[in-house]
Nanobody, 123 residues
Framework: QVQLVESGGGLVQPGGSLRLSCAASGSIVNINDMGWYRQAPGKQRELAATITRGGITNYADSVKGRFTISRDDAKNTVYLQMNSLKPGDTAVYYC?????????????????WGQGTQVTVSS
């Protein structure tokens, strides 16, 4: 059983900063790509940022230069540092990870999602 648990969301004023964390736990063999997605009210879930096991990052155009994704493989944790926040960044932020686990005699990779954490940017 693998779980992703997010933390760090909240209410912040425009121009402020927040740092999201997502820790994976359970029967983990390997964690490959990790990422953060977000879903604003009435909109589809969209990619915010991803990071490969080798540290290659990818950002949505809307967050480039303001958000930074990083990971600590010793802690099975991915972070999202969000600076210069705007009201348009208001959304539920979801952590995602491709995690290899033991299943009987095999090792299988599954895609896991966290429960989401609310980020609200408002004055």
């Amino acid at each position: 059983q693998v779980q992703l648990v997010e933390s760090g969301g909240g209410l912040v004023q425009p121009g402020g900063s927040l740092r999201l964390s997502c820790a994976a736990s359970g029967s983990i063999v390997n964690i490959n790509d990790m990422g953060w997605y977000r879903q604003a009210p009435g909109k589809q879930r969209e990619l915010a940022a991803t990071i490969t096991r080798g540290g290659i990052t990818n950002y949505a155009d809307s967050v480039k230069g303001r958000f930074t994704i990083s990971r600590d493989d010793a802690k099975n944790t991915v972070y999202l540092q969000m600076n210069s926040l705007k009201p348009g960044d208001t959304a539920v932020y979801y952590c995602n990870a491709a995690i290899s686990t033991h299943e009987l005699w095999r090792i299988i990779e599954y895609d896991y999602w966290g429960q989401g954490t609310q980020v609200t940017v408002s004055s």
